[in-house]
């Protein structure tokens, strides 16, 4: 069946912000999809609130919509674009739950619209859990019985028949959002209350539980000829009881037989058919019984999802490419595989390999969150990787985490480990449990003990034992000689893991020196879908030993385009995520153009980077310096390398620039001493004072009376903070010399190698963010952005606008000078990140990163200037004056002077403290502060502050509210400041209840409210009201200095729980009385960026 | 240290480590590209006289089991493998797959690159080779002329090989409805097992059988079976075959048996440069464009084009199925004559469901033959 004809114009809908349980695998589902309805001729509409991602970019559709994705804006979007369709199975559950609402509210039937991949009966019989269900029992399949609940009274009589544990599912929620399982009375109340809540239709399912059983999931799809094929099968070590997404997970299956295959398979198929997704991909979970086998269907998403991605990159099937053309109509017989370029798609790809996914996790960054693993999801990231077998693959993963431990052997075992706890460590899932079964069998644990407190199948477990086995080896052989070496590679250990085994071997170093003498080296496989049957003609490379050292490599000789490899920035997690992705990204496609032929070495299956279409050639492998070492011999091998970016990567990659340089690998852009020149505190001082900037004064010390002598000497408060990190990991701000003791003790690993930096605090200033091109001679300031919130909040978790909307010529002229003086003393090729904080008039350098920044995409998307693209072609050679003769730069002028007309771009970060619970299930704090908290951000555009803040607002956590009760609590220092937005708020005819305190200052300025007891006051306090839904918006500064900025605590976690808006500075007070004007006052509409970008382009030409 | 060798005809040696039985043995070798069902394919006939490469990586994960065997033994000449489990684990597993191969002397070999080993078949194409390890182990060049002295598979008969010496019956489950006379050239346990389900008792007759040894159990319909070995020495089946035609008793047959139909309409067979075997293959039916996912296991296969449609002694014929990977021929039908074919699996067993339709329709068409059928009971 041919393309359907009556489709012309679709429109697909993101899946917005990353948050956990939704990362940037829909910006690469959404990206192909883009890219494959073009490329059949249909016009597409976009609408995403994600300046970070690939898919926003606006070549990638006819109109791009960087609005909030609520029904309220998609349908304005398409009352504006008129689509046929609107595709909305690429989008996460986000985009699901969006269409299902704009069909509930009569949208699509107003406007004609289609729903293309799954109509909303579909959508309905998949996500409604007591329907998918009776549909499972329809088809003869089994499911864990379980009753449907819409009040806690029906929940305690369902669970006085299953008994417990139970687990609880909230109905329509995403990443296992609210559910978990409940063991005692108490944990059930919990659960099944917030469960509840959580729910958009208020339902919760209480089921059995299949906790310890075998998890697995298959990936289908489905064409409108009703032809189905299996894209891969993934097994969960972890069983039954922690989220998917929180497992380590492989693919393909393991320990299934094929009848038990073959029957998962049936019931998947038949599932599938029955809950009717008439095309595309869908996830079907299933749970079986270790000793019985008994199979039981678990949930079925309607959609692309996580695994989707994971099974695209895992197999090299491009689920979400199919799915969009089957959407419009096509089968999979009439789609060509693009890796062998000859047969079809309909078939099942079969793989000669195995792939391990490790989750990546942020306990750290959320002090007191319970770090259980359950069927909630905590994760923020993971990492893939590919091996011959599984020790191989696995070996992979656990160094691809970059975590403290890079694979078993790395770091120290718990102090007073025994086997006891040991084994009682592995009942509950928690990250690192791998190590901790690793750990049980050394300390004398057998296989059967590991598996009967794990669950973990005895497969897995003895695979981990084999490790043992051959770690006894390495450590007995007088000489490691080669055979011995090829073993230990082969079951992927590293060279860092032998050298912890072999002390003689003088490190990491010396192994590897032996290794290449010894002739041990990888060879590079490819994925290729068919298990070598076919030819591939797509170079998607993984590394791999074999025994035998004739074995072939794969990677084909490339002499005539000079390469360059493009290190990417590996597992998402917090302060390192898809920005720099879309970073890695535009390099690939700017130097590809250039004539180059670009080369990716990543480990992240979510990203558009590892899509195998992004570079030239791929190399799925571990960031780390063996790692890409290996894969920079190979490309050698195979032609010249002109390269390697490590600037855009984030800090994964530009950790390794010196290590790389010292070994002889060619960096392009920032060389390795320049990029030490600004990370290391006192050289960078250098360069600052001999520029002649001021910067906060500040110390560094090894010890806490040497980080107490400074503080004494440039006063507090201070930030302190360990030197080389990102995202502001380990940052604080202290008050008195009290704290500063606390955190030397809690900051364990400071060392005159790992000092600690202790900077004067600048209150109450401007913080500045410029992000900017350098290439030896000229500066191009791409962007100045100001934080809404003052200095003190990290970069990454502030808002900001852009233009800076408060700051005026003379500053911009400052920061102009400042910047390029930086640029020139570090030595900057390429990209250059500053922060800035202006007080008093004076501009003080906080800090700079020769690097690509975390604003880069919102920046480009603002501006209309590709600055990664500009910043690769500089590494590469290119200068400013070059790119702006050629078109990639303006001819003239740069992102610091913008015209009058110019869209304001406010970017908002969005974070996740609602998916955290301390372990008695209460709510983490959610202040912000030095160290960065958000998974992701959004960005409003529009023609004024107002209504870009407003938009903001709306895309990162529901909508700023244009009536009901504000509640105001203020520090003394901010009441002045606080009258005038209050007053306006007041007018507008919000109800202020506020404190005693602030209600007398309110009152004397002729506001009137009601005043409320604070939290400790007693009953009916603020809190209260807030649970109860009484209050819409919170003012709450925290009071000054040191204790109270963790008073409010309740009160911020409150307004968590009711996901109402919580602000926490008066600026921040400011501008969204701004956006509630703009929302009260005006008619926000919507525009495509392509039309807001051409306002810049024509002031520009 | 090598402790065991794959040498191939062309000369080309893949070192490894012993697995199973040690010595040696010596086939023609193909790729397996199943990721599930190694006991199904070690124990399908059609592997006769071949020496089999799994590409998946990790075998033996589910050891041995006493309900999956497709046969009495494993056939396979031999078996090459990347890396074996040291631990089976299921819950139906009685014992190792080294074990079970060990203890039937089936030749294996471990640790070998199966993927550099797989891209030189698929260049080169299936040829003969020999797993030598323990005292087997030699030079190579006394390795290799062992190689080059076997027998080739173009133009061996071997279905007489793997076929059972007396005729069995399995019965119908539930109330008896047909019975069909099934031809073994190497039938697999899960055909009559299939057709039993469908209410067919199954009459399983050794390959040697007459067409009055056929026609004595009153069939209903007749079963040609899978089997090893090149189809072009089978004129015995062939001839069987004909004679069903010319009897008009409905025919089904797979694999093996749409070789042999096709055959007995006067089409030849060809042999694959490297052959189908796989759990992942996809057929189309012409009559509705559907794709089926199926199993395969052959090395040769019928001359012609996808939905060629020619003349026979029995009238018209087509070729109803085809691969689109390579468009070869997968089934055929004839139009006026009940009798059909098909080169895959649908009895599956490894590999997928999608075409076990295919027996229902054995069954239908007997049900549509029975007023005017030849060889009253």
Known sequence: ?1101 | MLTAALVLEDGRVFPGMPYGATGSSLGEIVFSTGMTGYQETLTDPSYRRQIVVATAPQIGNTGWNDEDDESGRIWVAGYVIRDPARKPSNWRSRRGLDEALESQGVVGIAGVDTRTLTRHIRESGAMRAGIFSGAALADKQQMLDAVLASSQMVGADLAGEVSTEQTYVVPAVGERRFRVAALDSGIKSNTPRMMAARGIEVHVLPYSSTMDDLLAVEPDGVFFANGPGDPATADHAVALAQGTLERRVPLFGICFGNQILGRALGRSTYKLRFGHHGINVPVIDRATGKVSITAQNHGFALEGEPGERFDTPFGTAEFSHYCPNDNTVEGLRCLDAPAFSVQYHPEAAAGPHDAAGLFDEFVDLIQLCQPGRVGQR
Not at chain 1, 132 to 145: A, L, M, N
Not at chain 1, 685 to 705: E, I, K, M, Q
């Open chain 1, 1 to 1101: 069946m041919p393309k359907r004809t009556d489709i012309k114009h679709v429109l697909v809908i993101g899946s917005g912000p990353i948050v956990i349980g939704q990362a940037c695998e829909f910006d690469y589902s959404g990206t192909q999809a883009c890219r494959v309805l073009r490329s059949e001729g249909l016009r597409v509409s976009l609408v995403n609130s994600n300046p970070a991602t690939i898919m926003t970019d606006p070549e990638f559709a006819d109109a791009t919509y960087i609005e909030p994705i609520t029904p309220e804006f998609v349908e304005k979007v398409i009352a504006r674009e008129r689509p046929d369709a609107i595709l909305a199975t690429l989008g996460g559950q986000t985009a699901l739950n969006t269409a299902v609402a704009l069909a509930e509210r009569g949208t699509l039937e107003r406007y004609g619209v289609e729903l293309i991949g799954a109509d909303i009966e579909a959508i309905n019989r998949g996500e409604d859990r007591q329907r998918f269900k009776d549909i499972v029992r329809t088809i003869g399949g089994e499911v864990p019985s379980s009753a449907v609940c819409k009040s806690m009274d029906e929940v305690r009589k369902a669970v006085a028949e299953l008994g417990l544990p139970v687990v609880i599912r909230p109905s329509f929620t995403m990443g296992g959002l609210g559910s978990g399982m409940a063991h005692t009375d108490e944990e059930l109340d919990r659960l099944a209350s917030s469960g509840l809540a959580e729910s958009p239709v208020h339902e919760v399912l209480i089921e059995e539980s299949v906790l310890g059983w075998k998890e697995y999931e298959l990936e289908l799809m489905r064409d409108r000829n009703d032809n189905v094929v299996v894209i891969c099968s993934i097994e969960n070590i972890d069983p039954m009881g922690v989220h998917t997404g929180d497992s380590v997970t492989v693919a393909p299956a393991m320990t299934l037989t094929d009848r038990e295959y073959q029957h998962m398979r049936d019931v998947g198929i038949a599932v599938l058919r029955e809950v009717g997704v008439d095309t595309g991909g869908c996830n079907i979970q299933f749970a079986v019984h270790p000793e019985t086998g008994r199979l039981v269907v678990i949930e079925m998403n309607p959609r692309v999802s996580r695994s989707s991605a994971l099974a695209s990159k895992a197999t090299g099937f491009p689920i979400a490419k199919i799915a969009a053309k089957l959407a419009i109509g096509y089968t999979l017989d009439e789609i060509l595989n693009d890796i062998t370029g000859k047969t079809p798609a309909s078939f099942e790809p079969t793989l000669d390999y195995v792939v391990v996914k490790v989750p990546r996790f942020a306990f750290e960054k959320f002090p007191g969150a319970d770090p259980t693993l359950t069927t909630t999801m905590k994760s923020v990231g993971e990492a893939m990787s590919i091996g011959r077998n599984f020790v191989e693959a696995l070996g992979k993963a656990l160094r691809s985490m970059e975590t403290k431990a890079a694979g078993f052997w790395t770091t120290p075992d718990p102090e007073g480990a025994t086997l006891e706890s040991t084994l009682d460590a592995l009942r509950e899932g928690h990250d690192g449990r791998l190590y901790t079964v690793e750990r049980a069998l050394r300390l004398g644990a057998t296989v059967e003990q590991v598996h009967q407190a794990s669950k973990i199948d005895p497969w897995f477990v003895d695979q981990i034992a084999s490790l043992l086995e051959l770690r006894a080896e390495l450590e007995d052989v007088p000489v490691l000689n080669a055979e011995l070496l090829r073993q230990a590679k082969r079951s992927g250990l590293s060279d860092r893991q032998v050298a912890a085994l072999r002390p003689e071997l003088a490190g990491e170093d010396g192994v590897r020196t032996l290794r290449h003498r010894l002739g041990v080296r990888p060879v590079f496989k490819t994925v290729d879908t068919c298990a070598a049957e076919f030819e591939a003609h797509t170079p998607y490379h993984y590394s791999a030993y074999e025994t035998d050292p004739d074995a072939e490599t794969e990677v084909a000789a490339q002499p005539d385009r000079p390469k360059v490899i493009i290190l990417g920035s590996g597992p998402n997690r917090i302060g390192q995520g898809i920005e720099f992705d879309y970073s890695c990204v535009h390099a690939a496609m700017a130097l590809r153009d250039a004539g180059f032929e670009t080369v990716m070495i990543n480990c992240n299956p979510e990203t558009v980077s590892t899509d195998y279409d992004t570079a030239d050639r791929l190399y799925f492998e571990p960031l780390t310096f063996e790692d890409v070492l290996e894969a920079v011999h190979s490309e050698r091998a195979s032609g010249t390398v002109a390269g390697v970016i490590v600037q855009l990567g984030g800090q994964t990659p530009l950790g390794l620039a010196k290590r790389l340089t010292e070994a002889g690998v060619p960096i392009v852009g920032t060389p390795a001493d320049a990029i030490h020149l600004a990370e290391d505190r006192g050289a960078f001082g250098d360069v600052l004072s001999s520029a002649g900037l001021p910067a906060p004064r500040y110390g560094t010390a090894t010890s806490f009376a040497g980080a107490k002598r400074i503080a004494d000497e440039i006063g507090y408060p201070v930030l302190v903070r360990p030197s080389y990190v990102l995202g502001g990991r380990g940052m604080e701000i202290v008050y008195d010399e009290e704290n500063l003791a606390g955190y030397i003790q809690r900051a364990t690993e400071i060392n005159p190698e790992h000092p600690v930096l202790v900077d004067r605090f600048l209150d109450d200033a401007i913080e500045i963010d410029v992000d900017a091109l350098f290439d030896g001679e000229e500066l191009f300031l791409a962007g100045v952005m100001e934080h809404i919130e003052e200095a003190g909040v990290h970069s990454g978790d502030s808002s900001c606008a852009l233009p800076p909307i408060t700051l005026g010529r003379a500053d911009l002229a400052a920061v102009r000078r400042s910047t390029e003086a930086i640029a020139r003393g570090v030595g900057v090729r390429g990209l250059l990140n500053v922060q800035y904080a202006l007080k008093d008039d004076v501009l003080y350098v906080l800090e700079a990163n020769p690097r690509a920044s975390r604003t880069v995409p919102f920046v480009s998307k603002a501006t209309a200037v590709q600055i990664a693209k500009a910043a690769a072609r500089i590494m590469l050679g290119a200068t400013v004056a070059s790119l702006r003769a050629e078109g990639m730069l303006p001819a003239v002028g740069d992102g610091a002077d913008l015209p009058d007309d110019a869209p304001v771009a406010v970017k908002e970060a969005v974070l996740p403290f609602h998916r955290f619970r301390t372990r008695e299930g209460k709510g983490v704090d959610s202040l912000l502060g030095p160290e960065m908290k958000s998974t992701g951000e959004v960005m409003g555009i529009d023609a004024s502050f107002g209504k870009a803040f407003a938009k903001s607002q709306t895309a990162s956590y529901g909508s700023l509210p244009t009536s009901g009760r504000v509640f105001v609590s203020v520090a003394n220092r901010d009441k002045r400041a606080m009258v005038f937005p209050i007053k306006r708020l007041a007018d507008l005819g919000f109800k202020v209840l506020a404190t005693a305190g602030t209600a007398e200052v309110l009152r004397r300025n002729g506001i009137p409210c009601v005043v409320v007891r604070k939290h400790f006051e007693g009953p009916d306090n603020i809190v209260d009201m807030i649970h109860a839904g009484e209050v819409d918006i919170i003012i709450n500064t925290p009071y000054g200095n040191h204790g109270p900025r963790i008073d409010g605590y309740e009160i911020r976690t409150a307004a968590v729980a009711k996901a109402i808006p919580c602000i926490t500075t008066i600026q921040g007070a400011a501008a969204a009385v701004h956006g509630i004007e703009a929302l009260t006052l005006d008619d926000i509409g919507v525009r495509p960026l392509q039309e807001l970008q051409a306002i810049l382009h024509k002031s520009r030409a």
